[in-house]
């Protein structure tokens, strides 16, 4: 039976499903997951990211020091839904616990999204190494796995 349940008082957001909506073994394909994440003040903060489902968990990459990284290191609590390349959900929100894995599965998950988004990194790519020319510092990347409550 799936229920609906508020993610936190005042956000206005709605869960639907839990554990089994998400479905990760099995129906959670596609190729943009939007994670929502939390300021301090409560405010919600969507983001469409790329994933990867592995042994029951969405692994996402990202950069250490971007907004996402420093509000779930705050606020470990999440909901995530299938979206559109533009953020447009898709799919039912679903509650989960993020956390930062160790800097050594960055390196041995990298094949797994290199695999699903090759096309899409022939147009990255290129855009990812102009922005790096104007940063002063290189960005190091961390995987976020997020697991359903």
Known sequence: MTTATPIRAGSGVRVVGGAAGL????????????????????TTVSTPVWF?????????ETEA????????KNDPHVAVALCSARGREVGPRV???ATILPQS????LGPE????????L????????????????????????????
């Open 113 to 120: 999204f290199r695999r699903k988004y090759r096309r899409d």
């Open 52 to 60: 990867v489902a592995q042994h029951g968990r969405l692994l996402i």
């Open 95 to 97: 509650n989960g616990r």
């Open 23 to 42: 479905a990760l073994g099995g129906d959670f394909h596609g190729k943009y997951l939007s994670i929502t994440t939390y300021k301090r003040d409560g």
């Open 122 to 149: 022939i147009f990255i790519k290129p855009i990812r190494a102009i922005q790096s020319i104007f940063r002063r510092e290189r960005p190091s990347p961390v995987l976020l796995a997020v697991i359903p409550d």
């Open 105 to 108: 599965e960055v390196s041995r």
């Open 65 to 72: 020091g971007s907004g996402k990284v420093k509000r779930i």
